[in-house]
T-cell receptor, first 116, second 114 residues
Framework: KAGVTQTPRYLIKTRGQQVTLSCSPI?????VSWYQQTPGQGLQFLFE???????NKGNFPGRFSGRQFSNSRSEMNVSTLELGDSALYLC???????????????FGPGTRLLVL | DQQVKQNSPSLSVQEGRISILNCDYT??????FLWYKKYPAEGPTFLIS?????DKNEDGRFTVFLNKSAKHLSLHIVPSQPGDSAVYFC?????????????FGKGTHLIIQP
């Protein structure tokens, strides 16, 4: 089975721009969660999508949004980028039957975003 | 406020010996705990999990111990191997609608010395 894929792997943007990251889950997985990893804060939960609906959301501002398509692929968008948004953005997929935090999640390699 | 804490940023252990990674949590609602391993340039990989109804779970060389009264869990790796060198994340979740995300610690960088 192919693993979780994320595109692009690296991205450089400037302050004020917006960015869209993409995640393709493992075939058959219906839940996709997004995490932000920074040296100072570690891994932080952004949100989870299941069956095209946002099922849970972490403590991030509204500039961070996402969506999920009928094939379970997900995108996350960050608008009005700030320097502090520079991070590794990780996507994780799971079956979705138990909820994002209750079942094994499989992570993609991440998208490294640098905001200048 | 950090709800999951890994107080050792790094740990160095000799090959063949036991590695013990520690994790403390503050949220008493957490009832499911996981350990992930992460190599550079890769996403975290699931290692082992434990539910709060148990105090120990074992999978090969990896054992996780949970002490609910102390809000503490530990991961034991025996024997340690060079391929175990990685960053280890402790994560926790709370039941409640079954849709909560994971709360991660900041990780412990384990270095296995030959």
């Amino acid at each position: 089975k192919a693993g979780v894929t994320q595109t692009p792997r690296y991205l450089i943007k400037t302050r004020g721009q917006q960015v869209t990251l993409s995640c393709s889950p493992i075939s058959g997985h219906r839940s996709v969660s997004w995490y932000q990893q920074t040296p100072g804060q570690g891994l932080q939960f952004l949100f989870e999508y299941f069956s095209e609906t946002q099922r849970n959301k972490g403590n991030f501002p509204g500039r961070f949004s996402g969506r999920q398509f009928s094939n379970s692929r997900s995108e996350m968008n960050v608008s009005t980028l700030e320097l502090g948004d520079s991070a590794l953005y990780l996507c994780a997929s799971s079956l979705g039957t138990g909820g994002a935090g209750r079942e094994t999640q499989y992570f993609g390699p991440g998208t490294r975003l640098l905001v200048l | 406020d950090q709800q999951v804490k890994q107080n050792s940023p790094s740990l160095s252990v000799q090959e063949g010996r036991i590695s013990i990674l520690n994790c403390d949590y503050t949220n008493s609602m957490f009832d499911y705990f996981l350990w992930y391993k992460k190599y550079p340039a890769e996403g975290p990989t699931f290692l082992i999990s434990i539910s709060s109804i148990k105090d120990k779970n074992e999978d090969g060389r990896f054992t996780v111990f949970l002490n609910k009264s102390a809000k503490h869990l530990s991961l034991h790796i025996v024997p340690s191997q060079p391929g175990d060198s990685a960053v280890y994340f402790c994560a926790a979740s709370a039941s409640g609608g079954g849709a909560d995300g994971l709360t991660f610690g900041k990780g412990t960088h384990l270095i296995i010395q030959p």
